[in-house]
């Protein structure tokens, strides 16, 4: 059987893809950074998977329509591959799915579990293991969760994001309310509006506040990375120390501390795990200054990630790409806001994705915040050059191209 991905270097689809190959499926793909879409790619396949970033008038995707070949969706196909397992974890959220799914990982390596996961961690894809444990990260865009029937759910926040297809906050916590009744036993955070959720059979809280089936209590903070004490309904359990920075990730480590507990299982390696590419990622250091790429795209996590460098550095640049028209248009007096935590901001123009681009939009943010807007990466370079030397970290911020602008603008330092 022949499976064709369409945007196969995604990197949620290329390890759909290798996934694929290990159940014996032969693979092939297109990318448009890698020869393009050609309608002949779909030849002779006996399937095609697409993402969302894929519309109808891809020449890929109207032929396989035209010849009536099975279409799937990512979500679609993950949520098959997910059924070849004896048990699968699924962690959601608005924000924190991908480093709570890389903590998941590090704290239960020994059972060597197959992972899929939104990020890299140190370049590598998840994990193909064994066919006892599938963990993924479950995304809630489109209601792409709702492909899968979790053992066990985890529901980090639920926090609007997505207006191209969400139109208001109760269509969005329903898609969730949904996604939790499909888990068999729910671990859903008891500090936010995800502590409403329920499981179909079992439900526990966690986070940092007393009332939480979970409580971590926090008992040290070194330079951003923090220690806990974890306890289950008062029951001390097994302290914690982390090696990721931010308050965040504590409530995002209390998740896989509620799962391991629940299963019986140890969670000691959690604190091995140092992070997922592109989340608070040092580039380099030169001449005193850290440069750092980080994946944040909605203000709220873009006030958690300033919060905890701020705590680290005295003075911190932003360089920060919105990702998508709509999110940008919906939330831009939000972005202002959380934009303003840094000493300084350079905004760049949206990153569309998949949307056409609004006339206008770009410089909402700017105009809310009084930032300086730069027109392209080239006259962000040459204001990152006057002006890095004041300041002792500066971000590349954003889901978009800015990580490969961040990553491009530090190999002058290398020469």
């Given at each position: 059987m022949r499976i064709h991905f369409i945007g196969i270097k995604g990197i949620s689809m290329e390890f759909l893809a290798r996934l694929c190959e290990r159940f014996g499926m032969e693979v092939s793909g297109s990318d448009i950074k890698s020869g393009g879409h050609k309608a002949s790619n779909v030849h002779g396949a006996d399937a095609v998977v697409y993402s969302y970033a894929i519309g109808e008038n891809n020449p890929e995707f109207a032929e396989a329509k035209r010849l009536g070949i099975p279409i799937l969706s990512r979500a679609e196909l993950l949520g098959k591959l997910s059924h070849k397992y004896d048990k699968v974890i699924a962690i959601s959220g608005t924000h924190g799915k991908t480093t709570t799914t890389g903590m998941f990982m590090s704290a239960m390596s020994d059972l060597d579990p197959t992972v899929h996961i939104g990020g890299t961690i140190k370049g590598k894809l998840g994990n193909i293991g064994s066919r006892k444990l599938f963990i993924t990260e479950a995304c809630e865009y489109c209601e792409s969760f709702l492909s899968l029937g979790p053992d066990a759910g985890v529901v980090l926040n639920v926090e609007l994001d997505h207006a191209d297809y969400y139109k208001t906050y109760a269509n969005f916590y329903d898609a969730f309310e949904k996604f939790a009744g499909r888990c068999k036993v729910a671990f859903v955070c008891g500090d936010n509006e995800a502590k409403t959720l329920r499981g179909s059979e079992k439900t526990f809280t966690f986070g940092t506040g007393e009332n939480c089936d979970y409580c971590a209590r926090i008992t040290g903070n070194a330079g951003g990375f923090y220690s806990f004490t974890p306890y289950f309904r008062g029951e001390r359990l097994d302290d914690v120390t982390l090696n990721v920075r931010g308050a965040h990730n504590v409530t995002n480590a209390m998740a896989v501390v509620a799962?391991?507990?629940?299963?019986?299982?140890?969670?000691?390696?959690?604190?091995d795990f140092s992070g997922v590419d592109r989340r608070n990622e040092t580039l380099c250091v030169h001449g005193g200054v850290e440069y750092i790429s980080d994946y944040a795209h909605h203000p709220h996590e873009i006030q958690c990630t300033l919060e905890m460098l701020k705590q680290v550095y005295k003075r911190v640049l932003t360089v920060f790409e919105p990702h998508t028209y709509s999110r940008t248009q919906a939330f831009y007096k939000e972005f202002a806001a959380a934009l303003s935590l840094s000493d300084e901001v350079i905004l760049l123009p949206v990153y569309a994705a998949r949307e056409t681009p609004i006339a206008g939009v770009d410089r909402l943010i700017a105009k809310e915040g009084g930032f300086k807007l730069s027109e392209s990466y080239d006259s962000a370079a040459e204001t990152i050059d006057k002006i890095a030397k004041d300041f002792d970290a500066v971000v590349f911020m954003g889901?978009?191209?800015?990580?490969?602008?961040g990553r491009m603008y530090i190999k002058k330092f290398r020469k």
């Open positions: 799962y391991c507990h629940f299963a019986g299982l140890p969670y000691g390696g959690i604190s889901a978009g191209s800015v990580d490969d602008f």
